[in-house]
């Protein structure tokens, strides 16, 4: 698909160095750099939702399974 953007010129300049550099056309360079953006703020979004789920969550261990973790350190050697 074909877009236009528009773009401060003195990251245009450095991207399309760099795109020179790695051996890719602009085109190629933004989608990785737009893919790379999109996986950071997915990540980021998944991570908020799973704070506000467990926001209201116990997260302190049943003290009958505490009690039973407890039993079996006990006849570990140390």
Do not use: C
Request: aromatic content about 8%; proline content about 3%; overall charge negative.
């Amino acid at each position: 698909m074909k877009t236009a953007i528009s773009i401060p010129e003195n990251i245009f300049l450095q991207a399309d160095e760099t795109a020179k550099v790695l051996g890719l056309n602009r085109s190629r360079l933004y989608t990785a750099a737009i893919a790379e953006f999109l996986e950071k703020h997915r990540e980021g979004s998944i991570k908020a939702k799973l704070n506000e789920i467990y926001a209201h969550e116990n997260s302190q261990v049943d003290p009958v399974f505490n009690k039973a973790q407890m039993m079996g350190l006990a006849k570990e050697d140390w």
